[in-house]
């Protein structure tokens, strides 16, 4: 397996820039300085810069940004931005943050010829908050594309509208461009009244359908989209919204040569590396995630093809059985079986990196079946990937939930909750739907901490554990019958 979870010199990375022009993949990001943890230093980030012909194999190149100092626009940091190649050179639009400023937040612009060595605009920011519709704070991560429709770039970014309920003022402004250099005021793209901040967002268009992608930090921790006929909008969502689940976060997309789109975000650190840990601003790159689109506007997602390939070295592996029926057939399927009751085991693997992968046929499953990670040996303390047939939908749950005080007190074997924070017991949760016979594939790469989950080329999951379990992987099936086959583990 080869994985890029972030620059080498660094202990963290934060929000993916990725880019794709003439064959090569670009992925700068925001790396904090060494040795931090918290706001505000954690924050005063450089754009790290790694390039790869593959999506495998990636070269770091010198830091593209670097914080500016006293009451320059970015003394504080070099937050998220864009990079586009438009009037002969390379464009990075960029958040500049200065703590100390009236404008902490601002709209700030560098160029390259070459893509590698930048130099900032002398007109930085270039782009003030405009204080008449929006707040002052919050006026961030742009991201430039041009649109053929309007024959004009756009510029979209993060803000908050200066009334209305205050937790609810989050929205997507545009200001529009012939050359990258002066820009109009167009107005709110997207005003949900949903969240505090839509951060990091990003427009693109497949086929007949226009997507608009954005992250909240404020609610779910996760990047959502809306899918409208025309990039004026309005934005409408979708059946099944996001990217990934909960802590796949700050996504933002690159579309390659061939019409692919993928995707890149991180998940984040926990403090002490503990699963009690407070969450913290930046972490580890994710696996990247590839999107299509189906004629009704709906994303689905899945692994690409080149890090599936990376995956190529074989591993032995067990079934252990803890309760109910299991039955072998050959050396890759089995069939778990429990009426009116539980069945679960867990699979024997040596290595902490792997991926197992295999297709499920659930067969009369009344309540749920799935996968156990990150286990004890009673089931008890893990994460459950579950399929439920009743609620047609799939969830990852952090096991044990806690209890109400009085059972707590007066019940044997309750185990203390995980105490998940503001992820609560159910990480992250969509519709899925499936009937009985159906083949449903899975692919789940646990990489130490973290657990990254791909379903039927629909959904993904991703989330960190830190605590060693006695079991990284395991089956299970709560009334009902289900086929487990194909079953692979490889390194």
């Known amino acids: 397996m080869n994985i890029y979870r972030k620059p080498s010199y660094a202990d963290s990375t934060g929000d993916a820039i990725p880019f794709y022009h003439a064959g090569r993949y670009h992925l700068f990001s925001l790396t904090p300085p060494v040795g931090t943890t918290i706001y505000p230093d954690r924050l005063r980030t450089t754009w790290s810069h790694a390039i790869s012909d593959n999506l495998v194999d990636w070269t770091e190149l010198e830091t593209a940004l670097y914080p500016g100092e006293g009451s320059e626009p970015d003394a ?85 509208k200066n009334s209305g309920p205050v937790t609810r003022r989050g929205c997507v402004v545009l200001y529009r461009s012939k050359d990258l250099v002066n820009w109009t005021y167009y107005g709110p793209l997207y005003e949900p009244s949903h969240t505090n901040c839509p951060e990091c967002p990003e427009m693109y268009q497949i086929g007949d359908h226009w997507y608009l992608t954005y992250s909240r930090f404020s609610e779910f921790v996760d990047t959502i989209y809306r899918v409208a006929k025309s990039p004026f909008g309005p934005w409408r969502t979708p059946k099944r919204d996001g990217i990934g689940g909960r802590r796949f976060y700050a996504a933002k997309s690159m579309e390659n040569k061939e019409g692919r ?163 609560g017991p159910r990480v992250a949760e969509k519709p899925f739907i499936f009937t009985s016979g159906d083949i449903i594939d899975l692919k789940v790469v646990i990489d130490r901490d973290m657990v990254e989950i791909f379903i039927d080329e629909q959904v993904a999951f991703t989330y960190r554990s830190y605590a060693k379990p006695t079991h990284e992987i395991g089956l299970i099936v709560q009334d009902g019958k289900a086929e487990f086959y194909n079953i692979q583990f490889n390194q």
């Open 76 to 160: 504080s940091g070099c937050w998220t931005g864009s990079v586009i190649y438009g009037e002969g050179q390379y464009h990075a639009f960029y958040t500049g943050y200065n703590i100390q400023n009236k404008y902490q937040q601002t709209i700030c612009h560098a160029t390259s010829a070459d893509g590698v060595t930048w130099v900032k605009d002398q007109n930085n920011p270039v782009i003030l908050p405009d204080t008449r519709f929006y707040e002052p704070l919050d006026w961030r991560d742009p991201y430039v594309f041009y649109n053929d429709e309007d024959q004009q770039y756009w510029i979209i970014f993060s803000a908050r």
């Open 261 to 423: 789109r993928i995707y890149f975000a991180w998940a984040h650190d926990r403090a002490q590396q503990s699963d009690q840990g407070e969450w913290y601003w930046g972490g580890s790159f994710c696996i990247p995630h590839e999107i299509t689109a189906s004629d009704d506007g709906e994303i689905r997602v899945k692994m690409p093809q080149e890090i599936i390939n990376t995956f190529d070295k074989p591993l032995t592996w067990q079934y252990q059985n803890l309760q109910g029926s299991y039955t072998p057939y050959g050396d890759s399927s089995l069939v778990i079986e429990a009426v009116g009751s539980m069945a679960c085991g867990f699979f024997d693997v040596a290595e902490p990196s792997f991926m197992m992968s295999c297709q499920v046929r659930p067969m009369d499953c009344r309540d749920y079946f799935g996968l156990l990670l990150k286990s004890d040996d009673d089931a008890s303390n893990c994460l459950l990937l579950n399929f439920e047939s009743g609620f047609q939908r799939v969830s990852l749950l952090n096991l044990p939930m806690g209890v109400d005080p009085f059972w707590e007190a007066s019940c044997q074997s309750i185990f203390a909750p995980k105490a998940p924070g503001p992820d």
